[in-house]
């Protein structure tokens, strides 16, 4: 079983052209699969769908196995990561990456527990008492990781994290994102405009045009047969 299946979606604002016309896609579980296209293609409108912040007009999308649109969304237990990280300013690494197990009354030692295991795997644990102010942007972004490993989440969903970056970092983050995301082996899907970062960062690529699914194949794939 795919951990997310998208069966022939369709998302219809109003009555005009539809935002999402007929989208299949499965997502392995650990994949990393990358929506790619131009403004308006309709890749954030698919990507809220998944994560159950948008009703979906037709179709069906299966997180684990179960209809998005029946579970409580205490139960969907996917994680965005947001353009800007959605870090609180005044608290710490270590309470950012606690926040969601202090939301969902963890006790404190369990809260150590993961919050040391996942700083651990993020290479965060020498700043567990910095604000995320005094972070690069790198580090920053593992915080946000953080508190998407500490809940388990079932999938890593971005929406152009790195848009807002110079060259430079992007390429950086680029390659962290590809290496965490490769480490933890969680299923994540990754939205962008940008084609190097569609090429270069995902197990597989959907592409999409006017809300249409043009193409979905490995990078090699659409390298040798554009
Ligand atoms: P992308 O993320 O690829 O830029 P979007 O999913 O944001 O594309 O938008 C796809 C289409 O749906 C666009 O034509 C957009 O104008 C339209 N759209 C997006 N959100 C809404 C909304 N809340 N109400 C009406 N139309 C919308
Ligand atoms: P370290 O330098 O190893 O991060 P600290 O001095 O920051 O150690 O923390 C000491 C102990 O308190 C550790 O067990 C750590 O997990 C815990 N801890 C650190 N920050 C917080 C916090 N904001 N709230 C609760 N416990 C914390």
């Known amino acids: 079983m795919a951990a997310i299946e998208m069966k ?3 998302k219809q604002y109003g009555d005009g052209f ?4 007929d989208v299949s896609i499965d997502v392995e579980d650990g994949e990393f699969l990358i929506l790619v296209g131009p403004s308006g293609c309709g890749k954030s409108t698919l990507l809220r ?16 196995g179960k209809k998005v649109n029946d579970l409580a969304p205490r139960d969907r237990n996917l994680s965005m990561v947001f353009q ?4 609180y300013p005044h608290l710490t690494v270590y309470e950012n990456i606690a926040f969601p197990l202090r939301l969902a009354g963890k006790s404190d030692s369990e809260v150590d527990e993961k919050v040391r295991e996942a700083s651990k795997t993020l290479e965060l644990d020498e700043h567990l008492e910095r604000k995320p102010g005094n972070l690069s942007g ?3 972004q593992r915080v946000a990781m953080g508190r998407a490993i500490v809940r388990d989440a079932e999938a890593f969903l971005f929406d152009e994290p ?3 970056l110079d060259a430079k970092l992007r390429g950086q983050m ?12 969680i299923t994540t899907v ?3 405009h940008d084609q190097t970062e569609a090429m270069t960062l995902g197990d597989r690529v959907a592409v999409l045009k006017r809300g249409v699914l043009q193409q979905h194949a490995t990078p090699r794939e659409l390298y040798e047969n554009p």
């Open 162 to 164: 790195l848009s807002n």
């Open 49 to 64: 769908m998944i994560v159950g912040l948008e009703d979906i007009t037709e179709g069906d999308m299966l997180i684990g």
């Open 174 to 185: 680029r390659t962290e994102i590809s290496r965490l995301q490769k480490r933890l082996g």
């Open 190 to 192: 990754y939205v962008t």
């Open 138 to 140: 790198g580090q920053r």
């Open 84 to 87: 800007n990280y959605a870090l």
């Open 18 to 21: 539809p935002a999402v016309n």
């Open 8 to 10: 022939n979606i369709v």
